[in-house]
């Protein structure tokens, strides 16, 4: 079946550090993909998303290109903030019916960033 | 914006006894999930629901059940609760291309 794979965690990295997690994943055809990102307390929220290869997703400064050929999705960040600490899943949808599809997630990364 | 409200934030309760976690969306949405999560093992989806009455396992249906009576409401059941149901449970909603999660209940079973 479908599969996700998350570079191990707890990754600690001080304030303004270059991030990378790192993420494959294992599909039939083409899914999208998606970084989903949980803070301290609260439920998971939709960090970024790619639809095809090539696409690059981005939003409040990470980016991940989805990677057909080495089927990837690795999520960087150019300077990390405090505010970043939390803990972050990377994920696949698979299903025939976009609407009715279902997300598989990695094993999730804990990130903690130290001022 | 969308909102998925879970029952109970944290909930202790001891093993054998039957437990409930209740979710609520109020988007009209007609796929539901319930998903556990544990350390190391990222999420994984528990049941799912793509209509009102209507249900389907997901890759660890052993010890729940699922009640969908409601379009917006999604109910998780643990018949008789042990301690290796010791866990985070998220709900989500899910619209044509966007799924929305719940704050989580964190569920302990002494």
């Known amino acids: 079946g479908n599969s996700v794979t998350q570079m191990e965690g707890p990754v600690t990295l001080s304030e303004e550090a270059f991030l990378t997690i790192n993420c494959t994943y294992t599909a039939t055809g083409y899914p999208s993909l998606f970084w989903y990102v949980q803070y301290p307390g609260e439920g998971l929220q939709l960090l970024l998303k790619a639809t095809k290869a090539d696409d690059k997703g981005s939003n409040k400064g990470f980016e991940a290109t989805y990677r057909k050929e080495t089927t990837s999705f690795h999520l960087e960040k150019g300077s990390v903030q405090v505010s970043d600490s939390a803990v972050y899943f990377c994920a696949l949808s698979e299903g025939r019916i976009q609407g009715a599809q279902k997300l598989v997630f990695g094993q999730g990364t804990r990130l903690t960033i130290n001022p | 914006d969308v909102k998925v409200t879970q029952s109970s934030r944290y909930l202790v309760k001891r093993t054998g006894e039957k437990v409930f976690l209740e979710c609520v969306q109020d988007m009209d949405h007609e796929n539901m999930f319930w998903y556990r999560q544990d350390p190391g093992l990222g999420l994984r989806l528990i049941y799912f629901?793509?209509?009102?009455?209507?249900?389907e396992k997901g890759d660890i249906p052993e010890g729940y059940s699922v009640s969908r009576e409601k379009k917006e409401r999604f109910s998780l059941i643990l018949e008789s609760a042990s301690t290796n149901q010791t866990s985070m449970y998220l709900c989500a909603s899910r619209s044509f291309s966007h799924t929305y999660f719940g704050p989580g209940t964190r569920l302990t079973v002494t």
């Open positions: 629901s793509y209509d009102v009455k209507m249900k």
